[in-house]
């Protein structure tokens, strides 16, 4: 009963560090999606993949990249980080995108950039 | 582009009494969904309730129900009979049925205490 696993939990970068988190789903969701909450604030979306080999912008992309490459995994990378990249993130899926799919959420990824 | 608005940064309610959380949103489609997201304090994002926008019924999940205004953009959350286990911050989301669209908007939350 694994659903939307995310990795590592916490992290500490130094600015300018990269790095990527990871995250993989096991209940072969076509929709993969990351987002960031900030303190006191809801989840903002920042990248979203419809499937394997696509994947769109969401509010909030610049800084971030990401790739699809098979159907579990959806990683976001951080090239240069920056102090306003601290954040919690998290990743979800959804088996379509169909509107009556709710999103199964990972646990989350907190991010300490210093 | 649609946006969702929780106007109560905070809420409290007694043990086993009943509290109403608000929502509204704006938005110019006329097919969509509404949810709400509990997140306590382990950080993992649960779906409480969604409500389908064409739907005139109000969902109903055991303690938790809604009030849905389609006409004044409005999707309350109420509780009832409020245990402890329900403390954690609710948000309030919604998702467009246009290709493209599919993402969630939340809003900001709302910090639910329960006291003993």
């Known amino acids: 009963n694994a659903g939307v696993t995310q990795t590592p939990k916490f992290r500490i970068l130094k600015i300018g560090q990269s790095m990527t ?19 006191g604030m809801g989840l903002k979306l920042i990248y979203y993949s419809v499937g394997a080999g696509i994947t769109d912008k969401g509010e909030v992309p610049n800084g971030y990249n990401v790739s699809r490459s098979t159907t579990e995994d959806f990683p976001l ?13 998290f990743c979800a899926s959804s088996p379509t995108g169909g509107i009556r799919q709710p ?12 | 582009a649609q946006t ?3 106007s109560q ?22 097919d969509y969904y509404l949810f709400w ?5 382990s950080r993992q994002m649960i779906l409480v309730i969604r409500q389908e926008a064409y739907k005139q019924q109000n969902a109903t999940e055991n303690r938790f129900s809604v009030n849905f205004q389609k006409a004044a953009k409005s999707f309350s959350l ?19 049925n246009n290709f493209g669209n599919e993402k969630l908007t939340f809003g900001t939350g709302t910090r639910l205490t329960i006291i003993p």
């Not at chain 1, 990378?77 to 993130?89: C, F, K």
């Not at chain 2, 043990?15 to 489609?29: G, K, N």
């Open chain 1, 21 to 39: 988190l990871q995250c993989t789903q096991d209940m072969n969701h076509n929709y993969m999606y990351w987002y960031r909450q900030d303190p």
């Open chain 2, 37 to 41: 997201y509990k997140q306590p304090p």
């Open chain 2, 78 to 96: 109420k509780i009832s009979d409020s245990q402890l286990g329900d403390a954690a911050m609710y948000f309030c989301a919604y998702r467009g």
């Open chain 2, 9 to 30: 940064p905070e809420m409290s309610v007694q043990e086993a009494e009943t509290v109403t959380l608000s929502c509204t949103y704006d938005t110019s489609e006329s």
């Open chain 1, 103 to 114: 999103q199964h959420f990972g646990d989350g990824t907190r991010l300490s950039i210093l």
């Open chain 1, 77 to 89: 990378r951080l090239e240069l980080a920056a102090p306003s990249q601290t954040s919690v993130y």
């Open chain 2, 4 to 6: 969702v608005t929780q």
